[in-house]
Every structure is written in structure tokens, then in C-alpha cells.
């Protein structure tokens, strides 16, 4: 007699795209849909060269999370708790771009690539549900580096706004550039 197969779901963390305010919509040429699951999406320069890179590309080079099923970019990401075929599908999603937009020789080439763009992704995740994380992305000696640093709202906040954050991790060196929200807000227009 066969034994029936016993499914067990667990619950891990991963990241979602969040928008907490317009700005993604005109500093990114796509802007990713708030909740969608995200990934880092490093690997979308991984065959361009980041010192030629302009405008809202550059910005998403910078500073942008990869919306798994729009491919917009997202400045922010939110540590959210999924269960296993959450993270399942994410994979999948994940596989099916990787061949559809970015090479990927076949499915199973592509599961693999997805499976350790998630693993990554659950790397970030030490932090509680709910915090914000974002990244910075520079290209160094041909290499691309991130850091990341999280953002966690104040005791009792279910949602974060804008402003209310008080605790910052890794932030120990100043950002060397700014971005003119404003002036990207105009040539929009």
C-alpha cells in the first residue's frame, strides 16, 4: 500500500515590492507594482556596462529591486512572511523570465539561476516582518556590489509612512550621490 504524500508547508520570509509614495513611478522607465514578490535583479546589468548607463536605467541600477512579474523596479522592498508555494511559484515566475527576457538556454538552466536569486533573497531576510530594505548598487574593478540596509518603522506602526523610520542598519558611509526628485518629477511632465 502506498503511504499518501504529506505536504508541508513552511512559512520563510521574503521581500515584496512597496510603494510608499509615487516617486518609483517616474524615477524607474518601469516602475514595479507594489506587493509583488522581488528579487535583487542585479544579474538585468550583469552584460552591460554600468558606467555607460543613463538616466532612469542608471537609476535602477543604483538603487532598484527587480518586481518578479512586471520586471519594474522598486526603490524599497518589504520583509514578508510566505509559505512554501509562495516561494515555490517565485521560482517559478522567476525561471520563466529568466527565459522569456534574459537568455536563459531553458527551463531548468533558468530554475536553478531562480532557485539561488531566491536563496539570496531569504539571505536578506534576518530582519523582522514588515521591515524596509533598500539597496545600493556600484560597479567596482568590473564587479557589481550591493549593500543593503534596513529600515524599520517605529514600535506600534502596523504600515511604515514616508517619515516615520528610526533605526537604520548599515548605513555606515555617507551616499556619495543624490537624486533630484523634483527635476526628474519635471522632465516627466
Known amino acids: ?12 520570509k521574503l521581500l515584496r515590492t512597496i510603494r510608499l509614495d509615487p516617486s518609483d513611478t517616474f524615477v524607474f522607465e518601469r ?39 512586471s520586471l519594474g523596479w522598486s526603490t524599497l522592498a518589504q520583509i514578508v ?13 522567476l525561471a520563466d523570465q529568466l527565459v522569456r527576457h534574459f537568455g536563459a538556454p531553458d527551463l531548468w538552466t533558468a530554475r536553478k539561476a531562480a532557485e539561488q536569486e531566491v536563496v539570496f533573497v531569504e539571505s536578506l531576510c534576518t530582519h523582522p516582518v514588515n521591515t524596509l530594505i533598500a539597496v545600493r548598487r556600484t560597479c567596482e574593478e568590473g564587479e557589481i556590489r550591493e549593500a543593503f540596509r534596513t529600515l524599520r518603522p517605529r514600535e506600534g506602526s502596523r504600515l511604515p509612512k514616508v517619515f516615520s523610520f528610526v533605526e537604520v542598519d548599515g548605513e555606515d558611509e555617507a551616499p556619495s550621490e543624490t537624486v533630484d526628485l523634483v527635476g526628474l518629477a519635471e522632465t516627466r511632465k
Open 1 to 12: 500500500m502506498d503511504r499518501p504524500q504529506i505536504r508541508r508547508d513552511f512559512i520563510v
Open 31 to 69: 516602475a514595479a507594482e507594489p506587493g509583488e514578490w522581488a528579487v535583487s535583479g542585479a544579474f538585468s546589468f550583469w552584460s552591460q556596462d554600468a558606467g555607460e548607463l543613463e538616466g532612469k536605467t542608471r537609476a535602477a541600477f543604483r538603487s532598484g529591486f527587480l518586481g518578479v512579474a
Open 81 to 93: 512572511e510566505a509559505k512554501t508555494p509562495d516561494r515555490e511559484g517565485l521560482v517559478e515566475t
